[in-house]
């Protein structure tokens, strides 16, 4: 609980307050087991590790090994580092403008390419609906199949076909 020692009024039963003493903290770095145990280890050796140990391995580890990489760099190594980062975002941004390009003109283009095979395909199909529909409305009217054939330049079988369905 936190209460205001001079009015005894509780201010929070929720808020827990812990305090370390990290000078009593004393494991190896063989000895750490539990997660609390790692990040105990790291606070109280920082200042004086030259590299990452084994027992620390884990993602949240090595982003605060880095961070501290880049905070003990000189101004030079920074601004260096600064622009190693920029050069590698510019390369980045332009890797993805390229490919985001590329999509869309291919996208364009796989359109343009299914709308004319579309319109083929359709305008054949309505060709062939309309020559269907001319055949039998002949057939109907008293044309024969012969004089179909000659009229059209399809082939007798074909329309006798067409007649059947």
Not at 68 to 80: G, N, V
Not at 136 to 147: E, F, I, L, Q
Request: a positive charge; hydrophobic letters at 40%; proline letters at 1%.
């Amino acid at each position: 609980m936190l209460v205001n020692t001079e009015t005894g009024r509780i201010m929070s039963d929720r808020l827990v307050l812990i305090f370390l003493e990290m000078r009593n903290f004393v494991k190896s770095e063989e000895e750490l087991q539990t997660n609390m145990d790692k990040w105990l280890y790291l606070l109280r050796h920082l200042g004086r590790l030259t590299g990452m140990p084994a027992a620390l391995q884990g993602r949240i580890f090595k982003e605060i090994f880095t961070i501290a990489k880049i905070s003990a760099m000189d101004t030079q190594e920074y601004i260096a580092y600064q622009r190693s980062i920029k050069s590698y975002r510019d390369i980045k941004s332009g890797e993805i403008s390229s490919y985001e390009l590329g999509m869309e003109k291919g996208e364009k283009l796989g359109l343009e390419k299914g709308e004319k095979l579309g319109l083929e395909k359709g305008e054949k199909l309505g060709l062939e609906k309309g020559i269907k529909s001319i055949i039998r409305n002949m057939h109907k009217n008293g044309v024969g199949t012969d004089a179909i054939s000659a009229m059209t330049g399809i082939e007798l079988a074909k329309i006798e076909s067409i007649l059947s369905r």
